[in-house]
């Protein structure tokens, strides 16, 4: 997944403002300041849309319009996050074979879209 995420074109691998240093942030490299404060995890900082947790957890937070959000709940895929401050922040499980990995990834670029225009991407997973 790792290697997946960060072989995205325009993102930047670093250091979680807001995570335990295991896991590795997801920057926009062409966009430090978020559009508006729910499209990053990081409110203030340095956009941070995507944060993927250490090797022994292999689950991601991201940032997702609400309903898009609320559907991945509804289909099992995510669970909000439990310090949302606005209804963005959900908790994606990792993924257990090559078609959930196609899944999750396609979610990460789904947030990213999310990100950088603040609107709601057209893919579905």
Same mark, same amino acid.
């Given at each position: 997944?790792?290697?997946?995420?960060?072989?995205?074109?325009?993102?930047?691998?670093?250091?979680? %403002?807001?995570? !335990?240093?295991?896991?590795?942030?997801? *920057?926009?490299e062409?966009?430090?300041?978020?559009?508006? =404060?729910?499209?990053?995890l990081? !409110?203030?900082?340095?956009?941070? =849309?995507?944060?993927?947790?250490?090797?022994?957890?292999?689950?991601?937070? &991201?940032?997702?319009? !609400?309903?898009?959000?609320?559907e991945?709940?509804?289909?099992?895929?995510?669970?909000?996050? %439990?310090?949302?401050?606005?209804?963005?922040?959900?908790?994606?499980?990792? =993924?257990?074979?090559?078609e959930?990995?196609?899944?999750?990834?396609?979610?990460?670029?789904?947030? &990213?879209? *999310?990100?950088?225009?603040g609107?709601? !991407?057209?893919?579905?997973?």
């Amino acid at each position: 997944m790792v290697a997946r995420v960060f072989g995205l074109e325009g993102v930047v691998e670093g250091h979680s %403002q807001v995570s !335990p240093a295991s896991s590795r942030a997801v *920057f926009v490299e062409d966009v430090r300041e978020e559009v508006a =404060p729910e499209t990053s995890l990081a !409110p203030g900082q340095r956009l941070e =849309p995507v944060h993927l947790h250490g090797v022994e957890d292999t689950s991601l937070h &991201l940032v997702l319009p !609400p309903g898009r959000g609320a559907e991945l709940v509804r289909l099992g895929w995510a669970e909000p996050h %439990q310090f949302a401050d606005f209804g963005t922040e959900y908790m994606v499980y990792g =993924p257990r074979d090559h078609e959930e990995l196609d899944v999750v990834v396609g979610l990460v670029e789904e947030s &990213l879209a *999310f990100a950088r225009s603040g609107e709601v !991407p057209t893919s579905r997973a």
